[in-house]
């Protein structure tokens, strides 16, 4: 099998309502500035207002009886079934030819699923020592501590692009922090918080051991190096910032505050780490709009309320963000996101479907004072059976299991919000009812192509019937080698012919900045929601556009939406095609006329509209065998394709889209 060359590894992946009557135009990308988190908080303050590592003491420790047993007696007892499950079983090894799989034929899962699961083992068996508190589970917890300890490298082979060794091997001399390094080193400050004494009592090399790894792999590299891109603080790299901003801070901050004995280093270490977030920021708009979509909210707007909750509780609420308007949108941006049940707008890499930890949407709701947010934490919260899964980070399944008792007695309901608008990534979202599923919804996005975990996607819409999906992004494969490499548009997920787009003479879209929508306009009222945008630009000179001028309109009155396009070419082509993405059957029900057959649509079966005088239409059958496509559309999608041989050089098409 070929081997990937160096540039195929390096990792370049990392990611506001509308009011009735409002008109937008977005004529240039503004982004927010400035020093938020550090400005305030420089080190002497921070001296001032961080509490000592002695002191601070977010969660019960194991010794801490009183405030374990204080858990629920069914949540105790689960944790404490689930570590039973593990007493006594092997750690699977992690050997050096598995690391390399990667680079020999591009596979990255097969590692990451015994290394993520080796992470689980550990916090769950912490948890049940925690709950229980006899000691009974500690011996495994040694075992896990030191076969963790003696791995080379914390992350994974898809990162190694970031060592100047190059891909391959982990080299032992240049420690690097990855995501995956920073959530091992969290894991191990947790265990080492919760478990300290208990842990002195099997052996006093344990903690040290614990403590010189997390030091020499983690607290070390991130003070001494400004040359990791994901701080943004290395002014030759100049790159935006994406999820892995973020979530390695929440990870670096538990860490240092947790482990760093050292008083100046931890003060420094935690303003360098507001120093990284005020990068990250940086990089989004006022609206709070994620790029990379909501299933890695959880890991970009998500870890940075991670990060604002450990600084909260480390200094007694003096260090408190939650009323700057920026992280109240950036907050707000998975509800607005949301279509229903587990189904959110999906653009770029996102998944359709997204696993909602419900805690943390509830704690974020509550910091900001937002009463839908909370709401909908709770009602996610209840749909996983209340308990965070073993599989989370144990930085988050400690907050969720002692917020239990709240958040079982607060509201509950999805936010079913009727508009929203995100002019910074140029998103809209809308539904025919405010709170209700019933009818359409339609998602469009305008951007450009080369967003944080971007397809070539620009003019891309999708639409859902009664909270099911019809209109559909397809989103993107189990990640390989190719997905973050020169090859990436190769694959079929990511090119502008399998989105809802056209293809003009048979050429896509192109990937690039400069591949974007212009002249974007939006308004929304009670009967009518619209956006307009030229795509024209998105596509290369050899699709001879002029102009591509698209417009939907969504009539709620009439639950119909209305796809018009109005294109100018500067020569000839030889067809040009629509496509149309489902995850219905597909069926021509008439000329003029095919007919999605969602079985879930309560309301009636869904129909697109076309002229069969300009188009012929044609369905292909996609099978699906990825399982990550398969958790969102089960075994097969449907590509439909409406095709117009010999157009003018001008013409407007409409299509129109109804129930």
């Known amino acids: 099998m070929r081997k990937l060359s160096r540039r195929e590894f390096v990792v ?25 988190l550090s400005g305030g908080f420089p080190p002497e303050r921070l001296a001032s207002v961080l509490m000592s590592r002695e002191n601070w003491n977010p969660f019960p420790t194991s010794a801490d009886r009183e405030g374990w047993n204080a858990l629920p007696g069914d949540v105790r007892k689960s944790l404490i079934a689930h570590g039973e499950e593990l007493r006594g079983s092997s750690w699977q090894p992690l050997p050096a030819v598995l690391f390399l799989e990667y680079g020999r034929n591009g596979n990255r899962s097969h590692y990451e699923r015994v290394r993520d699961g080796r992470r689980a083992q550990l916090a769950s068996l912490v948890l049940a020592e925690c709950a229980q508190g006899e000691g009974r589970y500690l011996d ?11 791995e080379t490298f914390w992350g994974v082979p898809a990162h190694l692009g970031m060592q100047k060794a190059g891909p391959g091997l982990p080299d032992a001399s240049e420690p690097i922090v990855d995501l995956f390094a920073a959530e091992t080193s969290s894991l191990l400050s947790w265990t080492d918080y919760l478990l300290g004494p208990a842990l002195d009592s099997v052996s006093p090399l344990v903690r040290p051991r614990i403590r010189l790894e997390i030091d020499r792999r983690i607290l070390s590299p991130c003070m001494n190096r400004v040359d990791f891109w994901w701080m943004g603080l290395d002014p030759k790299q100049g790159r935006d910032l994406n999820n892995w901003t973020p979530w390695i801070a929440s990870n670096w901050l538990a860490t240092s505050l947790l482990v760093e004995a050292n008083v100046d280093r931890r003060i420094a270490a935690v303003h360098k780490a507001l120093l ?32 604002l909750e450990l600084l909260y509780s480390a200094s007694r609420g003096a260090i408190d963000f939650y009323q700057a308007p920026l992280v109240r949108e950036i907050g707000r941006y998975i509800y607005r996101a949301h279509i229903s049940d587990r189904y959110f707008i999906n653009f770029a890499d996102a998944p359709a479907k997204v696993h909602i930890a419900g805690d943390l949407v509830f704690r974020y709701g509550t910091r900001i004072g937002d009463k839908l947010m909370e709401a909908f934490g709770a009602w996610a919260a209840e749909q996983n059976g209340w308990l965070p899964e073993s599989g989370e980070s144990i930085g988050r399944q400690l907050p969720a299991l002692f917020n239990l008792s709240k958040i079982k007695s607060a509201p509950r309901r999805q936010p079913f919000v009727k508009d929203a608008w995100f002019p910074g990534i140029q998103v ?8 209700s599923i019933t009818g359409l919804y339609l998602a469009a996005q305008g951007g450009h192509n080369a967003e944080s975990h971007n397809h070539n996607d620009v003019g891309n819409f999708i639409v859902y019937a ?21 090859e990436r548009y190769k694959i079929w997920t990511m090119q502008s012919a399998y989105h809802n787009l056209p293809t003009i003479g048979g050429v896509m879209q192109s990937a690039g900045r400069a591949f974007a929508a212009s002249d974007v306009s939006y308004r929304a009222d009670e009967r009518v929601v619209e956006l307009s945008l030229e795509i024209a630009h998105a596509y290369p000179k050899d699709a ?8 939907l309109s969504f009539d709620r009155t009439r639950n119909q939406i209305e796809l018009r396009d109005n294109y100018v070419l500067t020569k000839s082509v030889p067809r040009i095609t629509e496509t149309l993405m ?13 007919t999605l057959d969602g079985s879930s649509f309560p309301s009636g079966k869904v129909r697109i509209i076309y002229d069969p005088s300009v188009f012929s239409a044609s369905i292909e059958e996609i099978r699906i ?10 075994d097969r999608l449907y590509r439909i394709l409406l095709t117009a041989e010999k157009p003018g050089m001008r013409d407007s098409w409409t299509l129109r889209i109804v129930q």
């Open 625 to 634: 065998e990825d399982s990550r496509l398969k958790s969102s559309w089960g």
């Open 12 to 36: 370049f992946s990392g990611a506001l309502l509308g009011s009735p009557l409002r008109s937008v135009s977005h004529a240039q990308d503004v982004r927010t500035a400035g020093n938020l």
């Open 466 to 486: 009664d909270g099911r999906p019809a209109v559909v992004d397809v989103g993107v494969e189990t990640y390989t080698a190719k997905t973050f490499s020169s």
């Open 140 to 150: 495994d917890i040694l075992n896990g501590i030191w076969a963790t300890c003696e």
């Open 582 to 594: 489902s995850a219905c059957p597909v069926t021509q029900s008439a000329a003029g006329e095919l």
């Open 428 to 435: 809209l979202a809308a539904r025919r009812q405010e709170g």
């Open 276 to 307: 990284t977030l005020d990068r990250f920021l940086a990089s989004y708009h006022p609206d709070g709009g994620c790029d990379e979509g909501p299933g890695y909210w959880f890991r970009a707007g998500g870890s940075l309320f991670d990060c």
């Open 544 to 551: 001879n556009l002029d102009s591509w001028r698209r417009q």
